[in-house]
């Protein structure tokens, strides 16, 4: 059984850096790939970034790779998002999910958080 709550979203203005936080809790915490989903207006929930627990496999969607980040604090059971040249079209909500495994993310997380809004300004 896993919590996660998200934390760290707000307004940015393009061009500019956020770090997302997932903070999880959980005695398996450290076993599982942890992933970061977002949904905008109008739009389905889509992937963008995800890691197996020991980090050797990492995932980005196409739209965020060479901008994105995802990381992990083993000591802290926190995984972050670090988003640099911020895009306004980056703008939704953004959900951190867990899974046994990174297959499990893609498939459909077993955990969800509640979620964080990140807006950014043109």
């Known amino acids: 059984q896993v919590q996660l709550v998200e934390s760290g979203g707000g307004l940015v203005q393009a061009g500019k850096s956020l770090r997302l936080s997932c903070a999880a809790s959980?005695?398996?915490?450290?076993?599982?790939?942890m992933g970061w989903f977002r949904q905008a207006p109008g739009k389905e929930r889509e992937f963008v970034s995800a890691?197996?627990?020991?980090?050797?496999?990492?995932h980005y969607a196409d739209s965020v790779k060479g901008r994105f980040a995802i990381l992990r604090d083993y000591a802290k059971n926190t995984v972050f998002l670090q988003m640099n040249s911020l895009k306004p079209e980056d703008t939704a909500v953004y959900y951190c999910?867990?899974?046994?495994?990174?297959?499990?993310?893609?498939?459909?997380?077993?955990?969800w958080g509640q979620g964080t809004q990140v807006t950014v300004s043109s």
């Open positions: 999910a867990a899974h046994r495994t990174i297959a499990g993310i893609h498939r459909g997380p077993d955990y």
């Open positions: 890691t197996t627990w020991s980090g050797d496999s990492i």
């Open positions: 959980g005695r398996t915490f450290s076993n599982y790939a």
